[in-house]
T-cell receptor
């Protein structure tokens, strides 16, 4: 079974702190994604990566950066956390070549910025 | 702009059939996916339609009409455990930079 893990289920940080959210997948997938999920807004793509050291901006990249130094790990960085970044953050991975384009999601990190 | 529209809430009773519609407007189209998310859980993949027509997987079926930019998820013989949010998502590009655009989700409440 594909497993996508995220470093924390719940996180509380203060405004202005630098925050790191880690995601690890064990299926040797090329593609990894970071989403945030807010009520009524669905899942919005922040950044994605289709290879090691490669990254692409999603729909809402402002205030975030990412790092992909190893294939299995994709980190989301909040450079200076703000209260409007309080949200559920979901990581996903996807292998190339599959017919169904199935993304596998981690359990999510609920981040609260106070 | 790019958008996917689906109803925000649907209510049905156990044993019934329910259809969740999704209309999309995107710059490209390579397929329509459906995901299920239980409260507090991660989204899980249900189906993917790249071509027009109906795809059936057990009690769940998914339909796509590319000419109408429309699809739906059909859930039959509803069970209480089907209560969840359902998201449609469009794969809007191909190649190495493929990604999904998600709808805002439909909350399905199954009543006894």
């Amino acid at each position: 079974d594909v497993k996508v893990t995220q470093s924390s289920r719940y996180l509380v940080k203060r405004t202005g702190e630098k925050v790191f959210l880690e995601c690890v997948q064990d299926m040797d997938h090329e593609n990894m994604f970071w989403y945030r999920q807010d009520p009524g807004l669905g899942l919005r793509l922040i950044y994605f990566s289709y290879d090691v050291k490669m990254k692409e901006k999603g729909d809402i990249p402002e205030g975030y950066s990412v790092s992909r130094e190893k294939k299995e790990r994709f980190s989301l960085i909040l450079e200076s956390a703000s209260t409007n970044q309080t949200s559920m953050y979901l990581c996903a991975s996807l292998g190339n070549g599959g017919p169904s384009y199935e993304q596998y999601f981690g359990p999510g990190t609920r981040l609260t910025v106070t | 702009g790019q958008s996917l529209e689906q109803p925000s809430e649907v209510t049905a009773v156990e044993g019934a059939i329910v259809q969740i519609n999704c209309t999309y407007q995107t710059s490209g189209f390579y397929g329509l996916s459906w995901y299920q998310q239980h409260d507090g859980g991660a989204p899980t993949f249900l189906s993917y339609n790249a071509l027009d027509g109906l795809e059936e997987t057990g009690r769940f079926s998914s339909f796509l009409s590319r000419s109408d930019s429309y699809g739906y998820l059909l859930l039959q013989e509803l069970q209480m455990k089907d209560s969840a949010s359902y998201f449609c998502a469009v794969r809007d590009s191909g190649g190495a930079t493929n990604k999904l655009i998600f709808g805002t989700g439909t909350l399905l409440a199954v009543q006894p």
